[in-house]
């Protein structure tokens, strides 16, 4: 498996990974996600071993990365590098080659990864004449040409179409099943959600939250939605008679309320009975787009600063 072990690094004052550490097992397709400047590239760049850590170490099986060990992996780095001038196919077979794979091998693996990404057509034609969505799949196939049981791949999916992005969700699927370690960073939230077994959230060089995303929905607040048959302003009386439920969406005929730690589904059930029929109880699943953004909307560890101002009242709000 693959360790990130307490990485830390620094660009200046600025601290791009503060004490990151995750780990990526075989058969795993794990999705790093973070805003931006959060320090995806930065842990990915010391994967590839093109950036030295300050502290902290990456093992693959138990061992600290070498550049033997980095030459078995497969890499999507930030920077895309092909030779543009290179035929699509020929450039393929190349990068095979320099990692020892024979001629016929070679030869074999271009063009199965090109026609799994709907590229054989393009197979003679100079990198350059591809557009960029093209040549980003070339660079996918670029990076798993010689089999590498290991994938880091630095938003591999950005400005690819619907069909580009299956058709490289399916490539990475089958090497994962395969049992490959795949680890991607991604803006794409819901295609993060589809496709991993595993999430990794990164705040300020920090990882916030990781597991799969039913591990990441158990630890988030409990939201239901509810249709109940009582006057209007029912919510209001919900809110009210149990203590510290949260009113998240009002709506016309249902409303979603969020249950504080400290109360349960019964308490809230009893509770909407209690003003009338109660036609829909569900509990509602969020996103990871919504998981997202409630961990990285959390204040951070650090105890705060205590304000050098005393709080003033309310604060005013404009009529629109
Ligand atoms: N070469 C550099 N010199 C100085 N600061 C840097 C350098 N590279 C990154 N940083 C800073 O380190 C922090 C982490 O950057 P990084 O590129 O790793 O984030 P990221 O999560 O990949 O962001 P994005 O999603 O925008 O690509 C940011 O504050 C960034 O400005």
Redesign the pocket.
């Known amino acids: 498996m693959l360790e990130l072990d307490r990485l830390s690094r620094r660009?200046?004052d600025?601290v791009?990974l503060d004490d990151l550490s995750f780990t990526v097992r075989p058969g795993q397709m794990y999705g790093f996600v973070?805003?931006?400047?959060?320090?995806?590239?930065?842990?990915m760049r010391i994967v590839l071993g093109v950036l030295e850590p300050d502290s902290g170490e990456v093992r693959w099986n138990g061992t600290p990365l070498d550049q033997g060990i980095r030459r078995e992996f497969g890499y999507m780095p930030?920077e895309r590098g092909l030779y543009p001038k290179m035929q699509v196919h020929e450039h393929l077979v190349y990068l095979a080659r320099l990692h020892g794979v024979s001629g016929i091998t070679a030869a074999k693996a271009a063009s199965d990864l090109l026609e799994a990404l709907a590229l054989s057509e393009r197979a003679s034609d100079r990198v350059e004449s591809l557009s960029l969505g093209n040549q980003q799949r070339v660079q996918l196939a670029a990076a798993l040409v010689h089999e590498p049981t290991v994938m880091v791949l630095d938003?591999p999916f950005s400005g690819l179409d619907p069909m580009g992005v299956d058709s490289m969700a399916a490539v990475l699927r089958a090497r994962v099943d395969a049992g490959a370690s795949v680890v991607f960073?991604s803006?794409q939230l819901e295609l993060v959600e589809r496709l991993c077994d595993a999430v990794g959230i990164?705040r300020a060089?920090r990882l916030v939250a990781d597991g799969s995303v039913d591990d990441l929905r158990g630890t988030a607040a409990r939201r239901y939605r509810l249709d109940v048959g009582a006057q209007p302003g029912w919510t209001a009386s919900l809110t009210a008679a149990v203590p510290g439920l949260t009113l998240v969406d009002d709506g016309d005929r249902s409303a979603v309320v969020e249950l504080p730690p400290s109360a349960d589904d019964q308490t809230l059930l009893d509770a909407a009975r209690a003003l009338g029929p109660v036609h829909q109880f569900t509990p509602v699943r969020p996103t990871l787009a919504e998981l997202f953004r409630s961990v990285v909307a959390d204040p951070p560890a650090e105890p705060p600063v205590p304000p050098s101002v005393p709080p003033s009242g309310p604060e005013k709000v404009e009529a629109a």
């Open positions: 660009y200046g600025v791009a973070g805003t931006n400047g959060a320090g995806k590239t930065t842990a930030e938003e960073s803006h990164i060089g």
